[in-house]
């Protein structure tokens, strides 16, 4: 089993975050996935940004906001 860092973009209304987790990869079928840890912290993020609470998510992740393009 290995793991390599990767970033996992959460979108939520007119905010988006980078959030960084670990893949594990093995020889199993689900091969690669995340941690729960990862899992929670991806799900805490998207809760934060949901919420407003910009700051909270600005604490695990670099969070964006979105700005239509008028062409």
């Known amino acids: ?4 860092k990767s ?4 979108r ?3 905010f988006a975050a980078e959030v960084p987790v670990e893949l594990i990869e093995d020889e199993g079928d689900w091969s690669p996935y995340l941690s729960a840890a990862d899992a929670r ?3 805490d993020v998207r809760r934060l ?3 407003g609470d910009l700051a909270g998510a ?6 964006f906001e979105l700005t239509p393009v008028n062409v």
């Not at 600005?58 to 969070?63: L, M």
């Open 1 to 4: 089993m290995t793991t390599r």
């Open 7 to 10: 970033i996992k973009l959460v």
């Open 12 to 14: 939520e209304g007119k």
């Open 41 to 43: 912290k991806l799900d």
């Open 49 to 51: 940004l949901r919420a």
């Open 58 to 63: 600005a604490r695990v992740a670099h969070v």
